[in-house]
């Protein structure tokens, strides 16, 4: 008999957040979620990620109210969340109660496997989220980072995959989120863990599809023992995005491995979402080939997006060259940790500073906690120099232990503000979402009943004249200056000195 691969089906989450910016509502993927619930998937990942961003920072939709409806949508699936092990899905680490909270709340609305990562895979940084979700009675899927350096090696990830086993989780995923999972790596990795953690090791793989081998990625990992894989219906699929549902299935025709899932379902879904993708033009990925190019910089294509578009703010856009061989110069300055949120932001953001500005001449404050260990512990040593300019810098020392340990107990201070804002529900759902995005959270609140938005329906706007500008006489400085700088929604701590 065939041994029988399941499958993760993305179209709900990663494949509109790699090809869409994450901007597709909830009543455009509604119509199809019959289909995608009896099609045959082993899980529908739905949540998590950027998408919780994104409902309130542009569709005004409540993160939450989504998770619930896709419950009440898909009663027979499995709905799965990426969760950022300690930084849940903001952008810094949260204290250790808020992390239980966030899972417990997570697990009553709807979500039943969580797939939990950290970006610089520190399995301190995992641990109390895997114990979170045991005590919820769900599914555990501890993550490996998978990316390229002289220090990552196949005996490295198998070591971390047995690590996540005896934190409790109940299967492994190989998270590749760069394209960057080669055949041979791909076979070699499954099969190494495979043999050191027990043949009945449930391994899950995921990839992108951006460099275009990764597909023959998946077929060698099914061939060396992977239960699971992740893809995206067709017609939301390829280019930064992932490998196609349907073209998995062809694949797997005649050879010792077969899916369960009804070809039937997976057309009218594929015909659904390509009737629904031209309303988001607006917001398509400019990349929609192969770029071969990332096995050097290693840059996810999301990413090379986002360091055009600051480029572009600086009016420097025809420096993306430059800012490509510095990303992986800076990574190595940080001791190689994987690109991937926010790890991804905040050394790509470094290296656009480091090309107009000079080199470490401004550190962002995120680049500043990460070279100082406040993010975690990375495979490679730091370099000494960059640690000592932010040391002085911001004022703090280089630790050792883990992060979360250096937070006060903040759930209450959370609560008390956001029962401060208007609009805000009491729930601690709406505590959460204040906890996650303070600055945006207090306008959703405020407009939440005005009901969610389709972007997709409202043209992109216009930028406004840039006004002239004023002639003003200034002092000379003397003094280092510290500003604010908001660059795709972080905020960065910038002093800049006198020359």
Not at 150 to 161: G, K
Not at 186 to 213: F, L, N, S, W
Not at 312 to 327: D, F, M, P, S
Request: hydrophobic fraction near 40%.
């Amino acid at each position: 008999m065939p041994k029988q691969i399941e499958v993760t089906e993305l179209i709900l989450r990663d494949a509109h957040q790699s090809l869409l910016a994450t901007r597709m509502a909830l009543e455009d993927m509604a119509p199809a979620c019959e289909d995608i619930d009896n099609a045959g998937y082993w899980s529908v990942e739905c949540w998590g990620g950027a998408t919780y961003d994104a409902c309130i920072r542009f569709l005004n939709e409540d993160p939450w109210e989504r998770l619930r409806t896709f419950r009440k949508l898909l009663p027979n699936s499995r709905l799965q969340m990426l969760l950022r092990g300690q930084n849940l899905l903001g952008y810094r680490h949260y204290e250790d109660t808020v992390v239980d909270r966030f899972v417990e709340k997570s697990a009553e609305n709807g979500i039943d496997v969580f797939r939990v990562f950290d970006a610089l895979n520190d399995i301190r940084n995992i641990r109390r989220a895997v114990r979170a979700v045991e005590r919820a009675g769900k599914h555990a899927q501890g993550t490996i980072c998978y990316t390229i350096s002289p220090l990552h090696t196949i005996t490295e990830f198998v070591d971390m995959a047995q690590e996540l086993l005896d934190l409790g989780c109940n299967s492994i995923c190989i998270k590749d989120m760069a394209a960057l999972l080669k055949p041979q790596p791909a076979y070699d990795i499954v099969r190494g863990i495979k043999e050191a953690c027990g043949e009945d090791t449930p391994i899950h793989v995921h990839v992108h599809a951006t460099t275009g081998v990764t597909m023959v990625s998946l077929m060698k990992a099914i061939e060396a023992g992977a239960d699971i894989v992740d893809t995206a219906i067709s017609s939301l699929s390829l280019g930064p995005g992932h490998n196609p549902t349907e073209s998995l299935v062809e694949m797997l025709e005649g050879t010792a491995y077969t899916t369960r899932l009804d070809k039937d379902r997976l057309r009218r879904i594929k015909d659904h979402f390509a009737m629904v993708r031209p309303k988001y033009s607006q917001f398509m990925s400019n990349i929609t080939g192969v770029e071969t190019e990332i096995f050097d910089s290693q840059i996810p294509g999301g990413m090379i997006s986002n360091m055009e578009s600051q480029l572009k703010q600086q009016n420097a856009g025809a420096r993306l060259k430059e800012v490509l061989a510095e990303v992986p110069r800076v990574r190595a300055d940080a001791g190689y940790p994987p690109l991937v949120t926010p790890s991804s932001q905040i050394v790509g953001t470094q290296a656009v500073f480091n090309v107009i500005m000079g080199r470490y001449k401004v550190l962002t404050g995120e680049f500043g906690d990460l070279i100082l260990g406040y993010y975690g512990e990375t495979i490679g040593k730091r370099s000494l120099e960059v640690t000592r300019l932010a040391s002085k810098q911001f004022k703090k020392d280089l630790i050792q232990g883990r992060p979360a340990d250096l937070l006060k107990p903040e759930w209450e201070q959370l609560r008390t503000a956001a029962l401060a804002l208007d609009g805000c529900n009491g729930s601690d759902e709406d505590v959460l979402t204040y906890a996650m995005f303070p600055q945006v959270a207090p306008k959703f609140f405020t407009h939440r009943a005005e009901g969610p938005k389709n972007v997709a329906a409202t043209p992109a706007a216009k930028p406004a004249p840039a006004a002239a500008p004023q002639q003003t006489a200034h002092p000379p400085v003397k003094e280092p200056i510290t500003y604010d700088v908001k660059l795709n929604g972080s905020t960065h701590r910038v002093t800049v000195s006198p020359a």
